[in-house]
């Protein structure tokens, strides 16, 4: 089970933190999908149980994802945020890192990010 929290609307260049509870195993890739208006949904950014991120190219150098395992919880820091990154956030999770950049297995509710110009 997945319980994302932290969406809002802030301005451009703002920041914004969103957080995911996690259940189950701490060995998990966890990570983050994003879905624009009229838009399908796209990987963001992901964390192994390790510690290894993948990033897509449009969030590299501006957003960060981290996890507390101790917690099972994963977090994205936005920074610099701009107008396309509008989006419903949708935390996920797999067992391994090459699935969850394409087709997580489990997703949680999403959480509305805008971002005004």
């Known amino acids: 089970q997945l319980q994302a929290s932290g969406g809002g609307l802030v301005q451009a260049g703002d920041s914004l933190r969103l957080s995911c509870a996690a259940s189950?195993?701490?060995?998990?890739?966890l990570g983050w999908f994003r879905q624009a208006p009229e838009k399908e949904r796209e990987f963001v950014a992901a964390?192994?149980?390790?510690?290894?991120?993948y990033y897509a190219d449009s969030v590299k150098g501006r957003f960060t994802i981290s996890r507390d395992n101790g917690k099972n919880t994963v977090s994205l820091q936005m920074t610099n945020l701009k107008p396309e990154d509008t989006a419903i956030y949708y935390c996920?999770?797999?067992?391994?890192?090459?699935?969850?950049?394409?087709?997580?297995?489990?997703w949680g509710q999403g959480t509305q990010v805008t971002v005004s110009s």
């Open positions: 964390i192994s149980g390790f510690g290894a991120t």
């Open positions: 996920t999770a797999s067992s391994r890192m090459a699935t969850l950049q394409v087709n997580p297995a489990y």
């Open positions: 189950g195993s701490s060995s998990y890739v």
